[in-house]
Structures are given as C-alpha cells and as structure tokens.
Nanobody
Framework: VQLQAYGGGLVQAGGYLRLSCAAS????????MGWFRQAPGKEREFVGA????????NYRDSVKGRFIISRDNAKNTLYLQMNSLKPEDTAVYYC????????????????WGQGTLVTVSS
C-alpha cells in the first residue's frame, strides 16, 4: 500500500484544515487507519484511528471534540478534519495503515505516508 498525505498548510489559531490521505496499491477497507503527528524535537504521537469499516474511531484526549477522522473506502481515501486548531497542533502529520486494526501504537502500523506539515500561528 502506498499512502500520500496532503492538505497541510499555515493556519491561524482557531482555524481549520482538512487533511487527506490517498491510498494506492490495495483496497483501503482492509486496513485500520491512523493519523500520527510529530512536532519539532518531539516523538511521534498518536492522533486518532478509524476502523476498516469506518464505524468506529478513537482519538488522543487533546484533540477529542476538535478533530474528526473519516474514510471513504470507495475513493480509497482517509481524512482528518481539524477544527479549532491550536499552536500546539503544529506538527508534521502522517497517515498510516495497519493490518492489526485501528490501533494507537505506531509500531503496529505497516505502511506510512510521507507526512504533511501543519503550522498553526498564534
């Protein structure tokens, strides 16, 4: 599976962005999908994940109520709607696919996109 994340950019605090992750090579519905992020000087952290069917999601506490993960398996695309953005959301965002379900642990993901930079100004 090849993944390509896009949609990042510069936004003011309180604004919104929608990230997309396009998949090719395999049908996306077979995978749990996740979003991770890595801020400068920090370790990569879990943002959220979605079940293969799209029926269930989970998020890290700091983005609950602000971020929404969705997927369109017919289009082989994963999304991350980010609302009420804060400067601390600034990071490179990565999408990933897992054969082990919609998990929160990075090492359980098999395929990774190249990342897209989100910068939130105060």
């Amino acid at each position: 599976v090849q993944l390509q994340a896009y949609g990042g950019g510069l936004v003011q605090a309180g604004g919104y962005l929608r990230l997309s992750c396009a998949a090719s090579g395999r049908t996306l519905s077979a995978y749990g999908m996740g979003w991770f992020r890595q801020a400068p000087g920090k370790e990569r952290e879990f943002v959220g994940a979605i079940r293969g069917s799209g029926e269930s999601t989970n998020y890290r506490d700091s983005v609950k109520g602000r971020f929404i993960i969705s997927r369109d398996n017919a289009k082989n695309t994963l999304y991350l709607q980010m609302n009420s953005l804060k400067p601390e959301d600034t990071a490179v965002y990565y999408c990933a696919a897992s054969t082990k379900g919609w998990v929160a642990v990075a090492r359980l993901y098999d395929y990774w996109g190249q990342g897209t930079l989100v910068t939130v100004s105060s």
